[in-house]
């Protein structure tokens, strides 16, 4: 499953997402050394495939029906072999690589969707905060079968790209299919994404930290929003939610310094590949941003990748109580390698690896508390009470009798109230809180 992102900065074009939904190293400057073939009892097979490729490649140029153009013809050729490889592996044109640099800085142009192509469809893998897409009510695992009414099964991703970009302020309808629903269309306009990765507020005395993505914006805006909540609330902050959900992922390295934010020492990530250059440890520093307070991790199938590395991280040092469902699964490393003509090449080169030693690849997150996503509802009526009961004693004190009639109370509209997953990690810092003040004797 190739995850890419659908951007149209100016109205040139649709953009992949490479690093930062997918973590991966950008590694800038490298020299690609010529390729070579020094294993001799092969060099004849690999001259007569290269031969073969050649062969047909002319008789394209040649008898196609219609005039090809010979750099798509090539750079689809050089595609498809790194396709092969896995999911994650493509080629990167001059365009696509200029707008993966643009958007790890956080500001790009498009839906503001991450999908993957699954069974000749594209799924969608999360909506980013705040986008045409999320402001649209697009949901993770929703199925988009066709654009513009046109069938999206039979094309390679590459032609559901092309249907969908264009430019900002400019429409597109999807037809999408959302579990057993019958299909709708929604319509989806342009915009330019301005990726906000951190957001904060407080419920009660608790912080609640969502992180959108992990681009070169999260760590400086983490450490921020904590700084800021201590200043305002000091002893008050009973614990924080750190929200993961839906987040696609990142840059690798805001995703360790995430993590390292919340542990005193011990690994963070590992990550192994066949070339000793591609493995590596990573190690957390003293100093926990949260000062030791309860912290609670939101997870789901949306998360992927780097909110996965933060997850299984807090979660191997027992720093943290992941709650919510299993995450999306996305366990390897890409490495975007520039070649010539300006373009780039996105490699996997490694897997990576939890504390704990565990792969995640295809398999997830599991959290430590189930919690599916669902919906809080006051039913009407409610609990009927001594206080409740005509006639009933007035509890010794001047007042009002017990069963005087009480103010209709409105139920609260806020976040915590309508989502069942924060609203359950609310309650569990809640009673951690309750349980040390009782240990404590305060």
């Given at each position: 499953?190739?995850?890419?992102?659908?951007?149209?900065t100016?109205?040139?074009?649709?953009r992949?997402?490479?690093?930062?939904?997918i973590?991966?190293?950008?590694?800038?400057?490298?020299?690609?050394?010529?390729?070579?073939?020094?294993?001799?009892?092969?060099?004849?097979?690999?001259?007569?495939?290269?031969?073969?490729?050649?062969?047909?490649?002319?008789?394209?140029?040649e008898?196609?029906?219609?005039?090809?153009?010979?750099?798509d013809?090539?750079?689809?050729?050089?595609?498809?072999?790194?396709?092969?490889?896995?999911?994650?592996s493509?080629?990167l044109?001059?365009?696509?690589?200029?707008?993966?640099?643009?958007?790890?800085?956080?500001?790009?142009?498009?839906?503001?969707?991450e999908?993957?192509?699954?069974?000749?469809v594209?799924k969608?893998?999360?909506?980013?905060d705040?986008?045409?897409?999320?402001?649209?009510?697009?949901?993770?695992?929703?199925?988009?079968?066709?654009?513009?009414?046109e069938?999206?099964r039979?094309?390679?991703?590459?032609?559901?790209?092309?249907?969908?970009?264009?430019?900002?302020?400019?429409?597109?309808?999807?037809?999408?299919?959302?579990?057993?629903?019958?299909?709708?269309?929604?319509?989806?306009?342009?915009?330019?994404?301005?990726?906000?990765s951190v957001?904060?507020?407080?419920?009660?005395?608790?912080?609640?930290?969502?992180?959108?993505?992990?681009?070169?914006?999260?760590?400086?805006?983490?450490?921020?929003?904590?700084?800021?909540?201590?200043?305002?609330?000091?002893?008050?902050?009973?614990?924080?939610?750190?929200?993961?959900?839906?987040?696609?992922?990142?840059?690798?390295?805001?995703?360790?310094?995430?993590?390292?934010?919340?542990?005193?020492?011990?690994?963070?990530?590992?990550?192994?590949?066949?070339?000793?250059?591609?493995?590596?440890?990573?190690y957390?520093?003293?100093?926990?941003?949260?000062?030791?307070?309860?912290l609670?991790?939101?997870?789901?199938?949306?998360?992927?990748?780097?909110?996965e590395?933060?997850?299984?991280?807090?979660?191997?040092?027992?720093?943290?109580?992941?709650?919510?469902?299993?995450?999306?699964?996305?366990?390897?490393?890409?490495?975007?390698?520039?070649?010539s003509?300006?373009s780039?090449?996105?490699?996997?080169?490694?897997?990576?690896?939890?504390?704990?030693?565990?792969?995640?690849?295809?398999?997830?997150?599991?959290?430590?508390?189930?919690?599916a996503?669902?919906?809080?509802?006051?039913?009407?009526?409610?609990?009927?009470?001594?206080?409740?009961?005509?006639?009933?004693?007035?509890?010794?004190?001047?007042?009002?009798?017990?069963?005087?009639?009480?103010?209709?109370?409105?139920?609260a509209?806020?976040?915590?109230?309508?989502?069942?997953?924060l609203?359950?990690?609310?309650?569990?810092?809640?009673?951690?809180?309750?349980?040390?003040?009782?240990?404590?004797g305060?």
């Amino acid at each position: 499953m190739q995850i890419v992102s659908f951007l149209s900065t100016q109205g040139r074009r649709m953009r992949y997402a490479a690093l930062p939904f997918i973590c991966g190293a950008v590694i800038a400057g490298l020299a690609i050394p010529t390729l070579t073939i020094a294993q001799s009892g092969k060099n004849d097979a690999v001259y007569r495939q290269l031969g073969l490729f050649g062969d047909i490649f002319q008789r394209v140029r040649e008898s196609y029906v219609d005039e090809v153009d010979e750099k798509d013809l090539v750079e689809a050729a050089i595609n498809g072999m790194l396709t092969s490889l896995d999911p994650h592996s493509s080629f990167l044109n001059n365009d696509h690589f200029s707008d993966m640099q643009v958007q790890t800085k956080g500001k790009f142009g498009g839906l503001g969707i991450e999908i993957t192509m699954e069974d000749g469809v594209i799924k969608i893998v999360s909506p980013i905060d705040d986008t045409p897409a999320a402001k649209a009510g697009l949901q993770p695992e929703d199925l988009i079968i066709a654009v513009n009414d046109e069938p999206i099964r039979g094309m390679t991703l590459s032609d559901a790209v092309d249907r969908l970009r264009g430019e900002v302020g400019s429409s597109v309808t999807v037809t999408i299919k959302r579990g057993a629903k019958d299909p709708f269309d929604v319509s989806l306009k342009r915009d330019t994404i301005k990726i906000r990765s951190v957001r904060a507020k407080m419920f009660d005395g608790i912080g609640y930290l969502r992180i959108t993505t992990f681009s070169e914006q999260t760590t400086p805006g983490l450490t921020k929003e904590i700084d800021k909540m201590f200043r305002e609330h000091g002893q008050d902050l009973k614990g924080f939610v750190l929200d993961l959900r839906n987040n696609p992922g990142g840059l690798l390295n805001e995703a360790i310094s995430v993590s390292d934010a919340f542990l005193e020492k011990g690994e963070i990530v590992s990550t192994r590949g066949r070339r000793a250059e591609n493995a590596s440890r990573a190690y957390a520093r003293p100093g926990d941003i949260a000062n030791g307070l309860p912290l609670v991790v939101l997870i789901n199938s949306g998360s992927a990748s780097a909110s996965e590395i933060v997850a299984g991280a807090l979660k191997d040092h027992r720093r943290a109580v992941l709650l919510g469902t299993r995450s999306f699964g996305k366990g390897s490393v890409q490495t975007v390698i520039p070649v010539s003509g300006n373009s780039a090449m996105r490699l996997t080169t490694a897997r990576y690896y939890t504390p704990s030693g565990v792969s995640i690849q295809a398999t997830g997150i599991s959290p430590d508390i189930e919690v599916a996503l669902a919906r809080i509802e006051t039913l009407d009526g409610g609990d009927t009470r001594e206080e409740d009961l005509k006639g009933a004693l007035d509890n010794g004190k001047e007042g009002e009798p017990a069963n005087a009639k009480k103010p209709d109370v409105t139920p609260a509209t806020d976040q915590s109230k309508i989502d069942y997953q924060l609203a359950r990690a609310l309650d569990l810092i809640r009673g951690v809180s309750i349980f040390t003040d009782v240990k404590s004797g305060s």
